[in-house]
């Protein structure tokens, strides 16, 4: 979900959010929690407003995400590793992160 925001840099983070769980979680959902989900991420705030609050600017957030977006590759497969090595039945599947240049 990070990674399409960061590649969404112009759309809404709402939008971006709403859409990332579309794909990753709404599946495993029922209708009434998507529904709050969707609601609840509607009420983000707009892109240069949580900028603003966080206290970042275009530059300085490209670094931030780059550090978050290939820290998480390291800690998902971590989690497998460990869920594979411990016999835990787990059968998810780990999209390969691409590291944003």
């Not at 399409?4 to 029922?30: K, Q, T, W």
Request: glycine content about 2%; aromatic content about 8%.
């Amino acid at each position: 979900m990070v990674q399409m925001l960061y590649i969404s840099l112009n759309i809404s983070p709402a939008n971006v959010a709403i859409d990332a769980y579309e794909r990753v979680f709404s599946g495993h959902h029922a209708e009434l929690l998507r529904n709050i989900v969707k609601t609840a991420m509607q009420s983000m705030p707009s892109r240069s407003r949580l900028m603003r609050k966080i206290n970042e600017d275009d530059a300085s957030t490209r670094v931030l995400l780059q550090r978050y977006v290939t820290s998480s590759h390291v800690v998902i497969r971590y989690v497998q590793e460990t869920f594979h090595s411990r016999n835990l039945g787990i059968d998810w599947y780990v999209h390969r992160i691409h590291v944003i240049t």
